[in-house]
């Protein structure tokens, strides 16, 4: 079982940073995949990054790329999703989610793939 936790949301200006963090608890060892999606009012739940744990393959939607950058310390067990150069489109709930997986490099991009979320943090971007 994989409880996850996060935090690091809030409320900044465009053009601002933002780092959001996610918590892991019991077995998230390297044979994991996990992803941080968003999801704004009246949309979908999407995918904007995702980290493969035996490879630390990373990977990204192209509305973050460039501007997003997820890395994890296996010390701390902890993800974390470092946000520059926010947008107003980039408001929205943001969730970690993990799934255990047999793959080196790939992780799946849809929210039904991952078994494991956390509670979500909101992250509100002003103009």
């Given at each position: 079982?994989?409880?996850?936790?996060?935090?690091?949301?809030?409320?900044?200006?465009?053009?601002?940073?933002?780092?959001?963090?996610?918590?892991?608890?019991?077995?998230?060892?390297?044979?994991?995949?996990?992803?941080?999606?968003?999801?704004?009012?009246?949309?979908?739940?999407?995918?904007?990054?995702?980290?493969n744990l035996r490879s630390l393959t990373t990977d990204y939607s192209d509305s973050v790329k460039g501007r997003f950058t997820i890395s994890r310390d296996n010390e701390k067990n902890t993800m974390y999703l470092q946000m520059?150069?926010?947008?107003?489109?980039?408001?929205?709930?943001?969730?970690?989610?993990?799934?255990?997986?047999?793959?080196?490099f790939w992780c799946p991009d849809a929210k039904a793939?991952?078994?494991y979320w956390g509670q979500g943090t909101q992250v509100t971007v002003s103009t």
């Open positions: 079982q994989v409880q996850l936790v996060e935090s690091g949301g809030g409320s900044v200006q465009a053009g601002g940073s933002l780092r959001l963090s996610c918590a892991a608890s019991g077995n998230t060892d390297s044979r994991y995949c996990m992803g941080w999606f968003r999801q704004a009012p009246g949309k979908e739940r999407d995918r904007v990054a995702a980290i520059d150069s926010l947008e107003p489109e980039d408001t929205a709930m943001y969730y970690c989610a993990a799934v255990a997986s047999a793959t080196t793939d991952y078994n």
